[in-house]
Structure formats: C-alpha cells, structure tokens
C-alpha cells in the first residue's frame, strides 16, 4: 500500500504540471504573460514559408528572390517592389535579430520542397556570430521544427537541443505564469490596442510577400545624439560578451556549401547601419577576425560579400535609429543588390 501511495503522488503532481501547462499554450494566455510582437513575427514567417510551398506551382512565371536577414532587411514595400521590378517575384524571410541557424532553416525547406530560387539575398554581421547573443530566446525558441533540430544536432550542440525540446514539451519555459504580470496585462488599456496591432502585423507580414510592417513606417531620426545614443544602446545590447559561435559559422558554411553545390545564385550582403553606429563597430577587437573568416568562407563557396559601406551603387543618409536605416533607404538598397546581381551574373544585360 506504502509502494502504491509513493507512486500515486509523483504521478498526481506530473498529470497536474502537464495540465497548467496546457493552459499556457492557449494563444490569450501565452500574450497575457508578455505583450511583446517577437512571437507573431516568427509564426507569421513559418506560415509564410508554408505558403510558399503550398503555392509553388505559381512561382513559376517569375524569378523568385528569397531574402534572409535580420531587422535591417525586413522592411521593403511589397507594392514598391512589385512597381520597380515586375519580373521578380520576392519573398522576404528576414525576422529581427536572426542568424545563420535560421537562415539555413527557412533554406532547407525551400529546397527540400523542390523550390530553387533564382537568387537568395543573405545578410551577414559580426552580431549573428556571437555565442553570447539572444539566439536561445529568440531564434530557437520560436522557430525550428523537431526534425530539423534532430537532423542538425550535432551542429546545434547538446545544449541547445536541450533547451529546444524543453521549450516544445513545455509551454511555461517560454510563457512564465507570473500571474501579477498577467492580470497588469489584461487591465492594460492599451491591451485591445495591442491585439488589433499584433493581428494587423501578422495579417501584413502573409499579405504582403514577409516584407514587415513597420512601426514608424517613413519615420527618419534627425537628432544626431539621439543617433549616437542608439547606437551606443545597439551596440551593448547585440556585442555584450562577444565570443565567435563555431555553430553559427557551420550554419553559414554549410547554407553557402549547399547553394554552391545546387548552382543556385546568392548575393551576401553586409548592410549598413547609421555613421555612429559603423564608427563604435569599426573598433570592436572583434570585427577584424569576424570579417577575415566570413570572407574566407565566402570566397571559398563563390558569394563573395557585398559590403554596402564600399559599394558606389548604394547610398543612405537616412536612420530611423542608430542601427537602422529609414525605409526610404530601401531603394538604394534593392538597386544596389540587383546591379551587383546583373554584374555577376548577366552582364551582358548591363
């Protein structure tokens, strides 16, 4: 009887775990833990991949341009583009604070489903090599499938297949049930404000080919200490206990090695942030020995880096923060890629 009871109360306390675990896996209930958009984001784009398979038939009739970055490459206008380029069908698969890892992700499954883009666009930064970096609550947290996780796990590590299997099996590691913060959140007068925003995010990001909905849309920052200051603030937040990841720069190589392989065509670029930003990075001990490897790689697999800070092609002058250029930029920035991509890879239509 004494054996039956010492099991009856381990398994009562597990059944009862599982239970309020359950609960935080009700979407009310998960954004009531944190009025935060990171999530909508990652979802919108796993959707959107979705879409892409299913529809890819219909990309046919174009070329298809698949971009893969950070922040600093998510916000295109759709419509813009569209305008500006009717040959070209593209699909922006960026997500903020990003890295090869994810990169290679939203790749893999492209090409696993038989889809073979006529240029990948892929962004590279010392920031997405740092083993130090957010990667854990970010990009492993809301992104990644079990098999993709399992395929790669010895380039992810034991740790972060760990952490990874931890997150899916239980919905409290992501969404603590601190219930005081909760309650504050669902009395927050701006609660209803902040759902119609996250659903009008998510409904932009499938509607409008992943290009993102920005929150301060044309808004440009005129206030050069205002500038100094953000980037400042970048800066600490993204290179805080930099330490080269050797998981990162497998990720890079092998995304490069597969694309080489397939004869698929890719442009790497290393954009540009405000000039306050780009004078604190240019002392960083760490960038020399970053961009020396990534540059090793790269011409390794035949996408050498397109390093916007020296290409005459592209210009901006104007910052919504420190680490980001204004949306007007975006033209410059989609010239100077289509430029370079005539100049590699058709320049007799130049």
Same mark, same amino acid.
């Given at each position: 009887?004494?054996?039956?009871?010492?099991?009856?109360?381990?398994? +009562? +306390?597990?059944?009862?775990?599982?239970?309020?675990?359950? $609960?935080?896996?009700?979407?009310?209930?998960?954004?009531?833990?944190?009025?935060? +958009?990171?999530?909508?984001?990652?979802?919108?784009?796993? =959707?959107?991949?979705?879409?892409?398979?299913?529809?890819?038939?219909?990309?046919?009739?174009?070329?298809?341009?698949?971009?893969?970055?950070?922040? /600093?490459?998510?916000?295109?206008?759709? =419509?813009?583009?569209?305008?500006?380029?009717?040959?070209?069908?593209?699909?922006?698969?960026?997500?903020?604070?990003?890295?090869?890892?994810? %990169?290679?992700?939203?790749?893999?499954?492209?090409?696993?489903?038989?889809?073979?883009?006529?240029?990948?666009?892929?962004?590279?930064?010392?920031?997405?090599?740092?083993?130090?970096?957010?990667?854990?609550?970010?990009?492993?947290?809301?992104? @990644?499938?079990?098999?993709?996780?399992? /395929?790669?796990?010895?380039?992810?590590?034991?740790?972060?297949?760990?952490?990874?299997?931890?997150?899916?099996?239980?919905?409290?590691?992501? %969404?603590?049930?601190?219930?005081?913060?909760?309650?504050?959140?669902?009395?927050?007068?701006?609660?209803?404000?902040?759902?119609?925003?996250?659903?009008?995010?998510?409904?932009?990001?499938?509607?409008?080919?992943?290009?993102?909905?920005?929150?301060?849309?044309?808004?440009?920052?005129?206030? #050069?200490?205002?500038?100094?200051?953000?980037?400042?603030?970048?800066?600490?937040?993204?290179?805080?206990?930099?330490?080269?990841?050797?998981?990162?720069?497998?990720?890079?190589?092998? $995304?490069?090695?597969?694309?080489?392989?397939?004869?698929?065509?890719?442009?790497?670029?290393?954009? #540009?942030?405000?000039?306050?930003?780009?004078?604190?990075?240019?002392?960083?001990?760490?960038?020399?020995?970053?961009?020396?490897?990534?540059?090793?790689?790269?011409?390794?697999?035949?996408?050498?880096?397109?390093?916007?800070?020296?290409?005459?092609? %592209?210009?901006?002058?104007?910052?919504?923060?420190?680490?980001?250029?204004?949306?007007?930029?975006?033209?410059?920035?989609?010239?100077?890629?289509?430029?370079?991509?005539?100049?590699? @890879?058709?320049?007799? /239509?130049?």
């Amino acid at each position: 009887m004494k054996k039956q009871t010492f099991l009856y109360y381990p398994l +009562l +306390l597990l059944l009862l775990v599982f239970l309020i675990d359950q $609960i935080f896996r009700v979407p009310f209930v998960q954004l009531l833990t944190k009025l935060d +958009l990171t999530p909508v984001n990652y979802t919108a784009k796993k =959707d959107l991949l979705e879409k892409i398979i299913q529809n890819r038939e219909n990309l046919k009739n174009k070329k298809l341009m698949v971009i893969l970055g950070s922040s /600093r490459l998510l916000y295109f206008d759709a =419509d813009d583009l569209k305008n500006f380029y009717p040959d070209w069908e593209i699909y922006n698969l960026s997500s903020a604070v990003t890295t090869p890892a994810y %990169y290679d992700y939203n790749l893999t499954k492209l090409l696993d489903a038989g889809i073979r883009p006529d240029l990948v666009l892929m962004e590279t930064d010392p920031n997405q090599f740092n083993q130090n970096s957010i990667f854990k609550i970010s990009n492993l947290t809301f992104s @990644f499938d079990l098999p993709y996780v399992i /395929r790669n796990s010895s380039l992810f590590g034991k740790d972060h297949v760990s952490f990874f299997l931890g997150r899916r099996l239980f919905a409290v590691g992501t %969404y603590k049930p601190y219930l005081d913060q909760m309650w504050r959140n669902y009395t927050n007068s701006n609660l209803d404000g902040f759902i119609s925003m996250k659903q009008t995010t998510y409904d932009h990001i499938l509607n409008k080919n992943g290009h993102g909905l920005s929150p301060i849309d044309n808004y440009v920052e005129k206030d #050069v200490n205002m500038l100094d200051m953000t980037s400042h603030r970048t800066l600490d937040w993204l290179f805080s206990s930099y330490q080269p990841s050797e998981m990162q720069f497998a990720f890079y190589e092998k $995304i490069l090695a597969r694309l080489k392989m397939e004869k698929i065509k890719s442009i790497v670029i290393w954009p #540009v942030s405000s000039p306050s930003f780009e004078a604190l990075l240019s002392t960083h001990p760490a960038l020399p020995a970053w961009e020396e490897r990534v540059d090793k790689v790269s011409n390794e697999n035949d996408s050498p880096v397109l390093k916007l800070k020296k290409d005459p092609n %592209y210009s901006c002058n104007a910052f919504a923060d420190g680490g980001h250029i204004s949306k007007e930029c975006y033209h410059s920035l989609m010239r100077a890629v289509l430029l370079e991509y005539f100049r590699r @890879f058709e320049p007799a /239509r130049l």
